[in-house]
């Protein structure tokens, strides 16, 4: 089975402390793949080391087949990513954010100029066209990356957080384009700490923990007949310390 997504013993150390330990991952192409994991697991470190945005100290990452550290052009015109706390050009307009990253990724102007269009349309950020980028909310800047991602038409999305901050009617409408996407061929990997998004969403899921991975499969395989949340608690070995605590609140 090709994989859209694979990674091979990434590992990552700050100092003292190693945020991403001989982590190794392999996502099949077509599949809406989720990555769970407490704060601090090594999630966005993995990611970012994935597609590019933080040199791995040992390991390989592969989009489709091409090495990300080694051709980062071909594997990067592959995939669309949004990060983690996704900086912006603060004093552009949504539509000029869109149509300046296309025009620098080489697509023909009146491309870009409709593709960017259909976007703000579709994530209900056309009506904002006179707001600079300043001005946004949270979610609004998280809609903004999600157009960045998908302007130059990849076939995977790596998307951090993507429903953090968004509004329920605007989650629909993402939840909509991303269940698209899938169907028509694309492949998405997705960080969440929200379960039940993950159980509707995804096919299959990782759970990470101390910068490894401890389960991966299908939505099915890692539930094992509970649910989502029940094994991740399980898997990552989490606790309700202090549950008892706090008798000072009690009336």
Not at 52 to 61: C, E, F, V
Not at 204 to 215: L, P
């Amino acid at each position: 089975m090709e994989q859209a997504f694979e990674l091979v013993g990434l590992t990552k150390v700050f100092g003292d402390e190693t945020a991403v330990d001989d982590l190794s991952l392999a996502v099949p192409k077509g599949s809406f793949f989720g990555m769970l994991g407490p704060n601090g697991a090594g999630k966005t470190t993995s990611l970012s080391m994935a597609v590019g945005l933080l040199r791995p100290d040992a390991g390989t990452a592969r989009i489709f087949g091409v090495d990300v550290w080694a051709e980062p052009a071909r594997a990067k015109a592959r995939v669309g990513v949004l990060p983690d706390g996704l900086g912006m050009p603060e004093r552009l307009t949504g539509r000029e954010v869109l149509t300046y990253l296309g025009l620098l990724r080489g697509l023909p102007a009146d491309e870009v100029s409709r593709r960017t269009t259909e976007l703000l349309e579709v994530l209900e950020l056309d009506h904002e066209d006179d707001k600079q980028v300043i001005g946004y909310s949270t979610g609004m800047r998280k809609k903004l990356g999600l157009a960045v991602a998908l302007l130059h038409a990849p076939r995977l999305l790596v998307l951090d957080e993507p429903f953090e901050a968004v509004d329920p009617v605007s989650a629909a409408t993402i939840r909509t384009i991303l269940s698209r996407f899938i169907a028509g061929g694309g492949s998405v990997v997705m960080s969440s700490h929200v379960m039940a998004l993950v159980e509707q969403l995804c096919d299959r899921v990782a759970v990470v923990a101390d910068g490894k991975v401890v389960a991966t499969g299908t939505v099915s395989e890692v539930r094992a007949g509970g649910s989502l949340e029940d094994a991740f608690v399980s898997l990552v070995g989490a606790s309700t310390r202090g549950a008892e605590g706090l008798s000072w609140l009690s009336a």
